[in-house]
Structures are given as structure tokens and as C-alpha cells.
């Protein structure tokens, strides 16, 4: 019995979508790290620069989110490109869960909570109203007479 092919490898398909998420996510760390320089904290305090970071980051996820669910047409490196790129690189979950530890670490349990719960609650909350009015504002620009 004659030995199948190897596989191609995915590579010369998926570098297009990997260039693409490594551009997104330079522009989205730079931005990023341009809020920190304006709105910059100390250790042991709440970054609000963080906790905003991660609210209008999932913002505009959902708005992306809602565009990709109503407008299936499109180029395939946009998602790739603004969505695990862009504000994959601008947001910062990681950064916002060693705040929230070093709070707790001195003993400021309560802002240790707020913060948690700010960036998690307010990042869903947030995410959600952009899909949902995203999409909304979609449909009402697709109907006859509608934006």
C-alpha cells in the first residue's frame, strides 16, 4: 500500500491572518501604552488607565463583533486584524488580575474588589451593548427609508 502524502503545511495560508494579527496588535499595545503615559499610575493603586483600556477595548470588540455578525462580506484579515490584532493588544486582562493581587496584597481589599469587579462587569456590560446596538444600527441602515 503506496505511503499518503504529507499534509501541507498551513503556513504559506495562515501567514497573511499571522502578519495581520501582528500588525493589529502593534497598533493596539502602542495605543495602549500612549494611555498609560497620559493617565499614569503607582504601584499599589488602581491603573485606570488599565480598567479604561479594558471597557473601550471590549467596546469596540462588540462593535466589530456586531459588524461581523450583520456584514458577512468583508476582506478575511479584518477580524484577524482588528479583533485578535487590535484590541487583543490594546486591552489587558492580565495587567488588570495583578493590579487587582497587589491591592489585595496591602491590604485594600475593597478596592481590590471594585477593581475586579469594574474591569470584569463593566467590560461585559459594555461588550454586550455594542453588539447589540451595533447590530441594531446595522438593520435600521439596511431597511428602506431606515439611516
Known amino acids: 500500500m503506496p505511503a499518503s502524502p504529507k499534509p501541507a503545511l ?22 495602549r501604552h500612549v494611555a498609560q503615559q497620559l493617565w499614569p499610575s503607582t504601584l499599589g493603586s ?10 473601550l477595548g471590549s467596546a469596540l470588540l462588540g462593535v466589530l463583533m456586531g459588524l461581523v455578525e450583520t456584514r ?5 484579515l479584518v477580524r484577524p486584524f482588528l479583533g485578535v490584532g487590535v484590541c487583543g493588544g490594546f486591552t489587558t486582562f492580565s495587567a488588570s488580575m495583578l ?37 441594531r444600527v446595522v438593520a435600521l441602515g439596511t431597511q428602506p427609508g431606515g439611516l
Open 72 to 76: 458577512r462580506e468583508g476582506h478575511r
Open 46 to 55: 488602581v491603573d485606570w488607565a488599565i480598567v479604561v483600556v479594558n471597557i
Open 99 to 135: 493590579d487587582t493581587e497587589q491591592l489585595m496584597a496591602t491590604g485594600r481589599l475593597a478596592a481590590a474588589g471594585g477593581h475586579l469587579a469594574l474591569t470584569l462587569l463593566g467590560s461585559l456590560v459594555v461588550l454586550t451593548l455594542a453588539v447589540v446596538i451595533t447590530e
Open 10 to 31: 498551513p503556513w504559506p495560508d495562515q501567514a497573511g491572518i499571522l502578519a495581520a494579527i501582528a500588525a493589529g496588535g502593534l497598533v493596539g499595545g502602542l495605543a
